[in-house]
């Protein structure tokens, strides 16, 4: 076991991802082509009795399936490589200076005891991490997905390579973690991980979850202090669960609620070692509800926009009543 920290340098570390990454998509790829090629034998021959079903096969995604863009998988191959190490180096400095140890699972700031992460004892920070990872995995999953339908794969395969590469990208972030004394693998951070990812298939199959979104908000409050980034600066940090208050109004009044507008309730912390738990009641802004056109670029970057709470005035109801005019 000893040897075991040396394999996760960081030549390595950006290898696996990208390589792993890489040659999922491939494999999913030689799946679609063959089982598009198989499909299209099976409907030409049903449809040769038919001239109406033929009409309706016509329409079928997979009787036509997208051209594959090796240009465009390199060039998002490439980016995945960027982005790596472009995140390498603050999660180094700020989580990764510690002292190696043998790979073991994470019980919490208490070390010995705990629920493995999961209970409310077991965080310095309120769980705003686990929120942090939820949040991060579900936009990755979304941007991957949409980048997997621009290089060619159908909607369908791309719903999925999203979450799946995206897990496999976190999940290297907790095997990394696991050969550290200070902290360890994370069963809560890989759960949060996992929900995350997926999170836009879960919608699929349950609308309800899509009535919810995650939003995040941050201004600096310069704690902890003497930190190399502010990915440590919980206090810093709002997490807000928006809503459509509308989709819960009699279907009368529902056409005269303005689709737009969202309320949310903010989670945050007063400092990072067990500080007070801060909730906030403010109006929120659903994007992609202003914008009706058709042009995808505009919709994505709409959609982008949703990621983000706005700063807006709100109403602090824990640990404290108080007003903010203007919150962040």
Not at 118 to 137: A, Q
Not at 262 to 279: R, T
Not at 299 to 322: C, E
Request: some cysteine; glycine content about 6%.
């Amino acid at each position: 076991m000893k040897i075991l920290p040396s394999i996760f340098s960081l030549k390595n570390f950006i290898r696996v991802s990208l390589i792993g990454a890489v040659l999922f998509i491939l494999t999913i790829h030689n799946g679609i082509c063959q089982n598009h090629l198989f499909s299209s034998v099976k409907l030409i021959k049903a449809t040769t009795d038919s001239a109406h079903s033929m009409q309706m096969l016509s329409k079928s995604s997979n009787f036509s399936p997208k051209k594959m863009s090796y240009k465009r998988l390199a060039l998002v191959s490439t980016g995945l490589l960027a982005l790596n190490i472009a995140a390498y180096q603050p999660f180094k400095e700020t989580w990764w200076n510690e002292e190696r140890t043998h790979f073991h699972l994470y019980r919490g700031w208490r070390r010995t005891v705990g629920s493995w992460d999961f209970g409310w004892n077991d965080s310095y920070f309120g769980h705003m991490d686990k929120l942090g990872h939820y949040y991060s995995s579900k936009i990755m999953s979304e941007q991957l997905t949409n980048m997997s339908n621009w290089i060619g794969f159908s909607e369908n395969k791309s719903r999925w390579i999203g979450p799946v590469v995206s897990s496999l990208l976190m999940l290297e972030i907790e095997i990394y973690d696991g050969f550290f004394k200070e902290w360890g693998f994370s069963l809560a951070d890989f759960t949060a991980n996992e929900l995350g990812a997926f999170a836009p298939v879960i919608g699929k199959k349950f609308p309800f979850w899509r009535k919810f979104s995650l939003k995040f908000s941050y201004h600096p409050s310069h704690l902890p202090q003497n930190e190399p980034t502010f990915i440590k600066d919980y206090a810093g940090m709002t997490y807000w669960l928006s809503c459509n208050a509308g989709e819960f109004l009699p279907e009368k009044l529902k056409d005269k609620y303005p689709q737009w507008l969202n309320f949310a309730l903010g989670y945050g912390v007063s400092k990072q070692a067990h500080g007070d738990v801060e909730l906030f009641l403010a109006p929120d802004i659903n994007w992609e509800k202003i914008y009706h056109g058709s042009s995808r670029a505009v919709k994505l970057f709409f959609h982008g926009l949703n990621y983000l709470h706005f700063p807006v005035f709100a109403l602090q109801i824990s640990p404290k009543t108080k007003f903010h005019y203007i919150y962040f």
